[in-house]
């Protein structure tokens, strides 16, 4: 049996992580100084993954580090219920116990901490102190840090204050941070999210080397499809993809599949398992954009399919390239989670999906649309162009709820995918 080397649904293991070669680079360097480091990158970025690569034994050697001198933890803060500042140094703390279970004296010590009461960062501390007597030091893996900077009934905005603040002091201010590496990733910046700054202290970030995780580039799609060894489908695959790491992984365990399983395998059933399995990728990247930027979105997918209708002309959306150029700021946001890419022609920004499948996404969503759905957002319509662009917009919007019958089919989608699909082809067996 050959097994399937593509990864759906959970975490790719260390063993067949690809790419990030500059990102993992940096998180050692930080790690080796005892440094801090902020991972973020929009939903299905690879995050966790990243972070499973930095706990592998094997990639610390690689690295010409010994993890052997190091415990190191992983945790996502969404597995803390509810997220409290004192749950936080709970699970640290429970963690470090299981990694250091051989060493009796440093494990009672912890229990004893976690028997006391509610444990702080000087908690953790003493435990750092402690470290520091073995020649060792801890390495912090935290995901999903995004949700400790959200607040809930338990941490209200001064208890998040409070938190980031400790961080802040017990990874710069205090001897023991000398002996810390935190970490963390989020699906935005730090400084997007978490509290207003205080004008007269540091930034409770700034200990932090910031480093987004993009979208996959050529090498990089090269090397994730080389067991296919059908190198023509790498244009196809990013065009339908965009580089986007786990709609990367979908395309080839489908791909893998197919070819292993079938002399002709089916481009429609690739087609259409495709699209049924990255459906949540696409809701959970749509309810994180805003309103403002689900429109920009929207104007985007019309534009590109006014352009799939090639002559048949059906509708106006002429002038998004003067409402984009007014709206930069979120083009750039939404291109920095890998939604949107641009190109410059004659000295001006271009933007367009990174993915044609997200392209046609949208327009399916445009499609469940309705009249007290257009009304609900007139507001923001008219926050972002005038009253005879969004006429425009609404005509467009109206003239898809009739014309369901006129949009490309799903396989025109995927022109480059379904020239470029093999046919008659099958894996070899080893």
């Not at 104007?299 to 399919?305: E, T």
Request: proline letters at 4%; one cysteine or more.
């Amino acid at each position: 049996m050959v097994e399937n080397p593509f990864i759906v649904g959970i975490p790719v293991p260390p063993e067949r992580f690809v790419g990030r070669a500059s990102e993992i680079a940096a998180a050692f360097d930080q790690i080796y100084n005892r440094s801090h480091l902020a991972i973020w990158g929009g939903s299905g970025m690879g995050k966790s993954s990243f972070l499973q690569k930095l706990e592998s034994p094997q990639a610390w050697k690689d690295h010409g580090m010994d993890s052997s001198q190091a415990v190191i933890v992983r945790f996502s803060c969404e597995s803390i219920t509810p997220f409290t500042p004192s749950n936080f140094w709970k699970e640290i703390l429970t963690l470090v116990k299981e990694k250091v279970a051989d060493q009796s004296a440093l494990a009672v010590e912890i229990d004893t901490i976690l028997e006391v009461g509610k444990p702080t960062k000087d908690s953790l501390r003493l435990i750092l102190r402690k470290l520091k007597i073995q020649d060792k030091y801890l390495v912090l893996l935290i995901d999903d840090f995004h949700v400790a900077l959200d607040t809930n009934q338990e941490y209200d905005e001064d208890a998040m204050q409070r938190f980031l603040s400790e961080c802040r002091n017990l990874a710069v201010h205090s001897a023991e941070g000398q002996y810390l590496s935190m970490i963390v990733t989020s699906l935005k910046r730090l400084n997007e999210l978490g509290p207003k700054l205080n004008p007269n202290a540091s930034p409770w970030y700034n200990h932090y080397l910031f480093l987004r995780l993009k979208t996959f580039n050529n090498s990089e799609i090269d090397d994730i499809f080389k067991t296919l060894r059908i190198p023509e489908l790498r244009e196809a695959i990013k065009e339908n993809t965009g580089g986007h790491p786990s709609l990367l992984q979908t395309s080839g365990f489908l791909l893998h599949r197919d070819l292993l399983t079938a002399n002709a395998p089916s481009v429609d059933k690739f087609v259409s398992d495709f699209e049924s399995m990255t459906q949540q990728i696409f809701q959970n990247i749509w309810h994180r954009c805003s309103e403002v930027e689900q429109t920009l979105l929207m104007l985007m997918a019309l534009s590109a399919l006014k352009g799939r209708l090639h002559k048949q002309k059906q509708f106006d959306v002429s002038g998004i390239e003067l409402i984009f150029s007014q709206r930069e700021g979120e083009l750039i946001k939404l291109e920095e989670q890998g939604v949107v890419t641009h190109t410059i022609q004659e000295e001006k920004n271009i933007y367009s999906f990174s993915s044609s499948t997200m392209e046609r996404w949208v327009i399916q969503e445009l499609w469940q649309t309705n009249e007290k759905w257009l009304q609900s957002r007139e507001k923001v319509f008219l926050n972002l162009m005038s009253r005879q662009q969004m006429d425009k917009f609404t005509t467009a919007i109206k003239w898809l709820w009739n014309n369901q019958d006129k949009i490309p089919k799903i396989l025109d989608w995927f022109g480059k995918l379904v020239a470029a699909f093999p046919k008659g082809f099958i894996l070899p067996s080893n």
